[in-house]
């Protein structure tokens, strides 16, 4: 198993709090990972008909069954076993107890905020970071990384490997429209198919609902709850506009990524490295391969994520600007392997009207380099992000 930065935080947070609940999107190593920090836990999936039947009908016998230190998986399934466990948990007076995991935001989250608030610590875990898979020795070219991705099941070598691409075909029509069916009530898959191949052709760019219902031949609300239905299941992830304190009308309409950006590639059909790059879409695929792992960097130090993007309506544009405290760090991503210092214009631009600015960045395909013009410029793959 390839090591998660994750992991000794999730520890320790274990010792702090009674319940830890892990959440991401589907097949991001959230079981694997509990399985393995939790090994004396008792295990129960809760996607399995029988044993959601009894946690649904006789939550406390199932919780006599199952005594802590105990893991449930996919509990979103199951959102009314959370008051069970508050009371279980205030009556033990004690951490340690329960480790939760979950792939839907608003199902698991809603319930938690209502009958868990202040009994569990919130994790989020993404699928495996560009800095754990080459600490584990694996490493790979630009077009690599984005055409494979970084689902677990890819780097499983206690199991065949599968082919990525066939990996991401299952993993759309197992997962993404199964739970797209269940949440949204859909009546005509092939629709909601269209749907999304268009929205990785938009990847990196901001979205316009009624573009693309035009293209697709439903309402603007439908586009927008499909999105969010996306969002809430951890396929997409929605970067925000930053808009205060500049005294003047900025773009408000966000953009959109795959929180997979190897589900990106597929849905574009592209199928090998050549087609990788020579995509039109290469530099907007490789800033999202670069977004998602700021991302995956903020959640597993257990920060608030804290990005945004920036964009005036003079044309000036940051790709990613991350809060610390009071400062921002504005960051450019390019997908050119060989650097020139036109790649920090914007960020010089930026810098003489935004206060509390720090450490401008540009990340980009080649290696790092020192420090030029008060400009850093780093490898996608370094540490860049904190």
């Given at each position: 198993m390839i090591e998660r930065i994750v992991a000794p935080k999730i520890k320790s947070l274990w010792t702090q709090y009674p319940i830890v609940t892990l959440?991401?999107?589907r097949q991001s190593g959230k079981t694997t990972l509990a399985r393995t920090l939790f090994p004396d836990a008792d295990y129960v999936n809760l996607e399995a008909p029988d044993v959601l039947h009894e946690a649904v009908h006789d939550a406390r016998a199932f919780l006599a069954r199952h005594p802590a230190p105990a893991i449930?998986?996919?509990?979103?399934?199951?959102?009314?076993l959370l008051s069970y466990l508050q009371v279980a948990v205030d009556d033990a007076e004690r951490n340690q107890m329960y480790l939760l995991t979950g792939s839907h935001q608003p199902a698991l989250l809603g319930?938690?905020?209502?009958?868990l608030a202040g009994r569990t610590a919130l994790v989020d875990l993404y699928p495996l970071s560009i800095p754990e898979l080459k600490r584990s020795g694996l490493t790979k070219s630009r077009d690599g990384w984005m055409l494979e991705g970084f689902l677990p099941r890819l780097y499983d070598t206690r199991r065949g490997i599968p082919q990525f691409g066939q990996l991401y075909r299952d993993y759309f029509r197992t997962y993404v429209e199964r739970d797209v069916r269940q949440l949204a009530n859909l009546r005509d898959a092939g629709?909601?198919?269209?749907f999304i191949k268009l929205l990785a052709g938009r990847v990196g760019q901001e979205v316009n609902a009624l573009d693309l219902a035009g293209s697709v031949g439903v309402s603007a609300p439908t586009i927008r709850s499909w999105i969010t239905l996306l969002e809430a299941s951890f396929i997409v992830f929605i970067l925000r506009p930053y808009y205060r304190n500049f005294g003047k009308r900025l773009v408000k309409a966000p953009k959109i990524y795959f929180t997979e950006p190897g589900l990106a590639a597929w849905l574009l059909g592209i199928r090998t490295e050549?087609?990788?790059?020579t995509h039109p879409l290469v530099g907007n695929l490789f800033e999202n391969m670069v977004v998602m792992e700021a991302v995956k960097a903020r959640c597993n130090a257990a920060e608030d994520i804290n990005l945004h993007f920036y964009r005036a309506p003079d044309g000036l544009e940051i790709d990613l600007l991350q809060e610390n405290a009071q400062h921002l760090r504005p960051i450019e991503i390019k997908s050119a392997q060989t650097y020139h210092p036109d790649m920090g214009r914007n960020l010089l631009r930026f810098t003489r009207f935004a206060e509390n600015v720090e450490r401008p960045t540009v990340v980009y395909a080649?290696?790092?380099?020192?420090s030029k013009t008060g400009i850093s410029a780093y490898s996608f793959e370094d540490d860049w992000i904190s």
């Open positions: 959440t991401g999107p449930f998986d996919e509990v979103q399934r199951c959102p009314e319930a938690v905020s209502q009958s629709l909601f198919e269209t050549e087609q990788m790059s080649g290696r790092s380099v020192p």
